[in-house]
C-alpha cells in the first residue's frame, strides 16, 4: 500500500475518531458501538465501490482501504496489550479484592462452561464437526474489554458492577485464548492431535510463565522508572514499552500466556509504582495511558468492523439458524453460572452476595469485540484449517460479535435503568437534597459578600438575587420533604456518616497533593475511606464502625510477613509492613482530628445537633482506637514514632516554602530565574526527606537476652545460661497470651511490643523491657489476669525453675518483683520468699517486711 495513501488513511482515522464521540453523545450511543458502525460502514462501502462502476475514480481508495495490512497479529501484539495494560494501570485492586470470587469465576469457569455449551449445541443442532464447533466456542467465550471497559465506563452503572465487568474482561482473555489454541490443532490438516493430558498439562505452564514474565518485567521497569527520576519523558517511554515486552517475552520466550504477563504487569506496576514514583508523575503516567488507551481502543474497533463485511461475504440462510444457536447457547450457559453457580457458592460462603439485578446487567453485559474478531480471522488466515471450517468460522463469529454489539451494546444502558441500578438511592437522593439546599445557602453568603465588596449596580444585584433565591427556596423545599418524609433518624445518621468517610476521602486526596503522605500510603488510605463508606452505606452505624475496625486489623499480608520472620529469619518483609503502618497511623490521626470540624461545620447544618454530637462521639471512638494501635507500636519501637514525626514536620515546612515562593512567583515579586533556583535547591531537599527512616526487626536471642535491662547485672557465663534456658515466643495483635483462671507455670519479658493485662476490669499496659506472670508463678496461684498482645509481640519465656535460679542471681530482677507487689495483698507473702531475701533491706517495703 502506498505510504501516502495510508498515511491519509490514518488521519481520516483519527478525524473519524474524534467525531464519533460527541456523535455517540448525541445519539445516546456507546462510543464503542458508534466506531463499529463507521468501520462497517467504510468497509462495506469499499467493497460496493468496486463491484460498481459508479464511482470508478474511487476505486483506488477503495483497494486501498480492503488491502490494509489488517491481520489477527495486529489486534493481538499491537492493540491488546495497551488496553489491558491501561485497565489495569487504573483498577482499584485492592477493592478488586474483595469479589475476586465471583471475577475468576466469571473470567475462567464461565468460559470453559461457554465453550463446551456452544460447542455441544452447535454439533448437536448445527450437525457441525465437535471439534469445530467447541473452537468456535472458544473464540466467542471470551467478552472484549475495549468493548465492556469503553461501554461500562460511559454508563451510569455502580462502581461494584462494573469492577466485576471489567475483571471479568481482563482475564478470561487468557482462557479463551488458551483453549482456542487446543482446539485449533485438533482441526488443523497435517498436525497431530494432542492427548487430553498433554493439553492440561499445558496450562500450568501458560499461566506460571506468564505470571514470572509479567512480574520480571514490572520489577525492570520500576528500576529503570526510578533510576530515571527528573526525566519524566525517559519514564513514560519505559511504561510504553512493559506491556509489549512482557507480552512478546512470554508468548515467543516462555510459549506461555501474553494476556496474563500483560495483566500481571500492569497491576505490579499499580501496586508498586505509587510508592516508587512521584505523585507528579504517577498521575502525568496514567494520563498518558489514558490517551494511549482511547486512541487503541478506537482503532481496534475501526478495523476489526472494517472486516466484517468480508468475513461475512459467503453468508448463507442457514447460517443465520447457527448463529441462533450461538446466541442461546452463549446465554444459557452464562445463566447457569450467574444463577446457578454464582448463588451456590454465595451459600457456601465462598463468594460475596451478588444481587439479582446486578446479575441480570453482567448476563446482557457479555460483550464480544475486537478479540473474538482476531481470534476468528487467525483461523481465517491459517492454511491448514479447511476451508469450510474457515468460512463457518468467520460467519459465526462475526455474527454473534455483531449482535451483542448491535442488540446487548445498544440496549445496555436501557437495561440497567430497567434494573434500576442507574438511580439513586433514597439515601443517596436524600443526601443530594440536603447537600444541595446547605451548599445554595452559603453559596448566595458568598456572592452577597462579593457583590458588596465589589460595589455592583443595585437593580442588577437585586434582579440576580431574586433568581437565586427562586432556586434556593426550591432547593430547601426538596430538602424539606425529605422531612416531611419522616426520615428515620437511623437514615441521618446513616447520611451524615456517608459524607464523614466522603470528606475523609477528600482529604487523604489532597494530603497526598499536598506531598504529607507518600502515594502508596494514600493508596491504601483511600482503600480504607473506601470501605468505610460502603461500610456506612450497606449497615449504617453498625457497618462504619465494623470497616473501621477491620481498617485497623493486621491481615493475613502481615501474618504472612510473620511468618517470614519467625520462620525464615527474613525481617525484611515485616519491617516495612510494620514502618508502613507506624506512617499511616500517624497519618490517620492527624486526618480524623480534622473531622471534627467538618461536622460543625457541615453536618450539623444539614442533620442538626443530636445528629452531631452523636457523629462527634464515633469519630472520637475512632480517634482512640488508632492512639491505641498507635501508642502499642510506640511501645515496641520507642523513637520511631518521633522520627516519623520528625520528617513528617519537615515535609510540610517545604510544601509551605514551595508555595510561598509560587505565591512571590506569581505576584512577580521574582522572576523565573529566581524562582528556577529556589525550586532546584528545594528539590534536593525535599528528595532526602523521601526516604523513610529505616525500621529493623532483626531480633537475635543472645542479642535479646545482653541487651535486656532486667538482666543488665549477669557475667556472661549466667547470661549464655539464660540464653539457652529461655524461649522467644511471637504473637500477632490481639493474641491472647495468658487466660484467666489458668495455672502460672511462666514468666514473660516483652522483648518489642506490647500487651495489655485486665485483672478485675482494669487495664494495664506493658511495654518492652518489662515483665508479667512472675506473682502466679512466686506464689503458685491460679492467674487472675488475661493478657492480651495490643501489637505484634516478642518475648521471651522462662519456666518457674529457671525464673527463681535467675532471681537469685539478678538484684535488678528482685528490685523489679518488689516493685510489682508495692501495695498488693500478696506483697508480705512474696517478700519473705528465699529468692528476695538476699538484698530485701534495698527497698523500703522489703524493709518493713523484715522488721514485721
Given at each position: 500500500m502506498d505510504i501516502v495513501l495510508l498515511t491519509t488513511f490514518t488521519a481520516f482515522l483519527f478525524l473519524i475518531i474524534a467525531a464519533a464521540e460527541p456523535l455517540a453523545a448525541r445519539l445516546s450511543l456507546p462510543f464503542s458501538v458508534m466506531l463499529a458502525a463507521v468501520g462497517i460502514i467504510i468497509g462495506g462501502g469499499a467493497i460496493i465501490l468496486l463491484r460498481t462502476d459508479l464511482f470508478a475514480t474511487l476505486n483506488p481508495v477503495a483497494e486501498g482501504i480492503l488491502s490494509l495490512p489488517i491481520r489477527s497479529s495486529v489486534f493481538l501484539y499491537v492493540f491488546l496489550p495497551t488496553l489491558i495494560f491501561q485497565a489495569t494501570l487504573e483498577m482499584n485492586i485492592r477493592r478488586m479484592m474483595d469479589d475476586w470470587v465471583p471475577i475468576l469465576t466469571l473470567a475462567v469457569v464461565a468460559?470453559?462452561?461457554?465453550?463446551?455449551?456452544?460447542?455441544?449445541?452447535?454439533?448437536?443442532?448445527?450437525?457441525?464437526?465437535?471439534?469445530?464447533?467447541?473452537?468456535?466456542?472458544?473464540?466467542?467465550?471470551?467478552?472484549?474489554?475495549?468493548?465492556?471497559?469503553?461501554?461500562?465506563?460511559?454508563?451510569?452503572?455502580?462502581?461494584?458492577?462494573?469492577?466485576?465487568?471489567?475483571g471479568e474482561a481482563l482475564l478470561n482473555d487468557a482462557a479463551a485464548i488458551a483453549l482456542f489454541g487446543l482446539f485449533l490443532s485438533y482441526v488443523m490438516l497435517g498436525v497431530p492431535n494432542p492427548t487430553l493430558g498433554e493439553a492440561l498439562g499445558q496450562f500450568p505452564g501458560l499461566i506460571v510463565g506468564g505470571l514470572v514474565a509479567g512480574w520480571l518485567v514490572a520489577r525492570i521497569a520500576l528500576a529503570l522508572m526510578s533510576l530515571f527520576s527528573g526525566f519524566e519523558l525517559a519514564q513514560i517511554s519505559v511504561s510504553v514499552a512493559a506491556p509489549y515486552l512482557a507480552y512478546v517475552g512470554a508468548e515467543q520466550l516462555l510459549h506461555a500466556s501474553g494476556v496474563i504477563a500483560v495483566v500481571v504487569a500492569g497491576l505490579t506496576l499499580n501496586l508498586m509504582g505509587p510508592g516508587r514514583l512521584t505523585p507528579g508523575f504517577w498521575t502525568n503516567l496514567r494520563e498518558v495511558w489514558g490517551l494511549l488507551a482511547h486512541w487503541a481502543g478506537a482503532l481496534i474497533f475501526i478495523l476489526a468492523a472494517l472486516l466484517i463485511p468480508r468475513l461475512l461475504g459467503e453468508l448463507?440462510?442457514?447460517?443465520?439458524?447457527?448463529?441462533?444457536?450461538?446466541?442461546?447457547?452463549?446465554?444459557?450457559?452464562?445463566?447457569?453460572?450467574?444463577?446457578?453457580?454464582?448463588?451456590?457458592?454465595?451459600?457456601?460462603?465462598?463468594?460475596?452476595?451478588?444481587?439479582r439485578p446486578y446479575r441480570v446487567a453482567i448476563m446482557w453485559g457479555g460483550l464480544r469485540g475486537a478479540v473474538t474478531l482476531a481470534l476468528a480471522l487467525a483461523v481465517t488466515?491459517?492454511?491448514?484449517?479447511?476451508?469450510?471450517?474457515?468460512?463457518?468460522?468467520?460467519?459465526?463469529?462475526?455474527?454473534?460479535t455483531l449482535f451483542t454489539l448491535i442488540v446487548q451494546g445498544t440496549t445496555l444502558r436501557t437495561v440497567i435503568g430497567l434494573l434500576g441500578l442507574d438511580r439513586l438511592s433514597p439515601l443517596d437522593r436524600a443526601l443530594s437534597n440536603q447537600v444541595v439546599a446547605v451548599a445554595l445557602q452559603t453559596v448566595r453568603e458568598g456572592v452577597a459578600s462579593?457583590?458588596?465588596?465589589?460595589?455592583?449596580?443595585?437593580?442588577t444585584v437585586r434582579s440576580e438575587a431574586k433568581r437565586f433565591a427562586a432556586r434556593l427556596d426550591t432547593a430547601v423545599e426538596a430538602a424539606e420533604a425529605e422531612d416531611t418524609a419522616e426520615i428515620l433518624d437511623r437514615?441521618?445518621?446513616?447520611?451524615?456518616?456517608?459524607?464523614?468517610?466522603?470528606?475523609?476521602?477528600?482529604?487523604?486526596?489532597?494530603?497526598?497533593?499536598?506531598?504529607?503522605i507518600s502515594a502508596r500510603l494514600s493508596e491504601q488510605a483511600l482503600f480504607d475511606a473506601d470501605r468505610v463508606i460502603e461500610g456506612a452505606r450497606s449497615g449504617g452505624r453498625t457497618g462504619y464502625q465494623r470497616a473501621a475496625r477491620r481498617n485497623l486489623r493486621y491481615g493475613p499480608a502481615f501474618r504472612a510477613a510473620a511468618f517470614l520472620r519467625n520462620r525464615l529469619n527474613l525481617p525484611g518483609p515485616l519491617g516495612r509492613m510494620t514502618a508502613d503502618r507506624f506512617e499511616m497511623l500517624l497519618a490517620k490521626r492527624l486526618i480524623l482530628r480534622d473531622l471534627h470540624g467538618f461536622i460543625d461545620r457541615r453536618i450539623r447544618r444539614i442533620h442538626g445537633r443530636r445528629v452531631a454530637e452523636l457523629l462527634h462521639e464515633l469519630l472520637q471512638r475512632r480517634i482512640e482506637a488508632v492512639e491505641t494501635a498507635l501508642e502499642g507500636l510506640r511501645l515496641q519501637f520507642p523513637g520511631y514514632a518521633e522520627e516519623l514525626e520528625r520528617r513528617f514536620i519537615r515535609r510540610t515546612a517545604l510544601r509551605l516554602e514551595e508555595r510561598e515562593y509560587n505565591a512571590l512567583r506569581d505576584d512577580g515579586l521574582i522572576g523565573a530565574e529566581v524562582h528556577i533556583q529556589l525550586m532546584d535547591d528545594l528539590r534536593r531537599r525535599r528528595q532526602q526527606t523521601e526516604t523513610r527512616p529505616g525500621l529493623d526487626l532483626a531480633l537475635r536471642k543472645d542479642q535479646v537476652v545482653r541487651q535486656f535491662p532486667l538482666f543488665a547485672d549477669l557475667d556472661d557465663a549466667e547470661l549464655k545460661r539464660l540464653g539457652r534456658e529461655i524461649r522467644t515466643r511471637y504473637v500477632n495483635?490481639?493474641?491472647?497470651?495468658?487466660?484467666?483462671?489458668?495455672?502460672?507455670?511462666?514468666?514473660?519479658?516483652?522483648?518489642?511490643?506490647?500487651?495489655?493485662?485486665?485483672?478485675a476490669g482494669q487495664t494495664a499496659r506493658i511495654g518492652r523491657g518489662e515483665m508479667f506472670g512472675q506473682l502466679g508463678v512466686l506464689?503458685?496461684?491460679?492467674?487472675?489476669?488475661?493478657?492480651?498482645?495490643?501489637?505484634?509481640?516478642?518475648?521471651?519465656?522462662?519456666?518457674?525453675?529457671?525464673?527463681?535460679?535467675?532471681?537469685?542471681?539478678?538484684?535488678?530482677?528482685r528490685r523489679a518483683v518488689r516493685d510489682s507487689v508495692v501495695g498488693k495483698p500478696m506483697a508480705g507473702e512474696v517478700l519473705r520468699m528465699p529468692e528476695l531475701s538476699a538484698d530485701r533491706s534495698d527497698s523500703p517495703l522489703g524493709e518493713a517486711v523484715a522488721k514485721g
Open positions: 468460559v470453559v462452561v461457554a465453550t463446551l455449551t456452544i460447542g455441544y449445541a452447535l454439533s448437536a443442532f448445527g450437525g457441525l464437526p465437535l471439534m469445530a464447533a467447541l473452537l468456535i466456542g472458544a473464540i466467542v467465550s471470551t467478552t472484549d474489554p475495549s468493548a465492556v471497559v469503553t461501554i461500562f465506563r460511559s454508563l451510569s452503572a455502580p462502581k461494584r458492577l462494573s469492577r466485576i465487568v471489567e448463507r440462510l442457514n447460517d443465520l439458524a447457527l448463529i441462533g444457536v450461538v446466541i442461546v447457547a452463549a446465554f444459557v450457559a452464562r445463566a447457569l453460572i450467574l444463577f446457578g453457580l454464582l448463588p451456590m457458592l454465595t451459600a457456601l460462603r465462598l463468594s460475596p452476595r451478588i444481587q488466515e491459517n492454511l491448514r484449517v479447511p476451508v469450510e471450517t474457515k468460512r463457518v468460522v468467520g460467519i459465526l463469529a462475526t455474527g454473534f462579593v457583590t458588596e465588596k465589589y460595589d455592583l449596580t443595585r437593580e437514615d441521618r445518621i446513616t447520611l451524615g456518616l456517608i459524607a464523614l468517610a466522603a470528606h475523609e476521602r477528600e482529604m487523604i486526596v489532597q494530603r497526598f497533593r499536598e506531598r504529607a495483635a490481639g493474641h491472647v497470651i495468658t487466660r484467666k483462671d489458668t495455672p502460672a507455670r511462666s514468666v514473660f519479658f516483652v522483648a518489642s511490643g506490647a500487651v495489655e493485662q485486665e485483672v506464689t503458685r496461684r491460679i492467674r487472675r489476669a488475661e493478657v492480651r498482645a495490643i501489637t505484634p509481640t516478642t518475648l521471651l519465656v522462662l519456666d518457674e525453675t529457671g525464673f527463681r535460679r535467675l532471681l537469685k542471681r539478678s538484684a535488678a530482677l
